[in-house]
């Protein structure tokens, strides 16, 4: 069995706490889009990744790096010195 497989979602995590995608998205300081990209485990920029997981371990009081979610594709997150300008 693929342990990447065995991963939850970060949307799997959230729906098991009172925490809505909107209220991820403005605690975050992102769009709606960006954090629900993060909870699906699509591609996203890598600072926003990390700003939406901060928030999530803040809101929820447990720590989850982007390490302890799966993700679409082995390198979803795209480093912030990648974007296209």
Do not use: C
Request: glycine content about 4%; hydrophobic content about 40%; charged content about 20%.
């Amino acid at each position: 069995m693929d342990k990447h497989a065995s991963k939850p979602t970060l949307l799997e995590l959230r729906r098991n706490t009172t925490i809505t995608s909107e209220q991820l998205a403005r605690e975050a300081g992102v769009t709606l889009a960006q954090s629900y990209a993060v909870e699906i485990g699509g591609f996203v920029d890598e600072h926003v990744a990390h700003t939406v997981m901060s928030t999530f371990s803040r809101l929820t009081h447990q720590q989850v790096t982007l390490n302890d979610i799966r993700w679409r594709h082995p390198a979803a997150w795209m480093p912030s010195s990648r974007r296209r300008a």
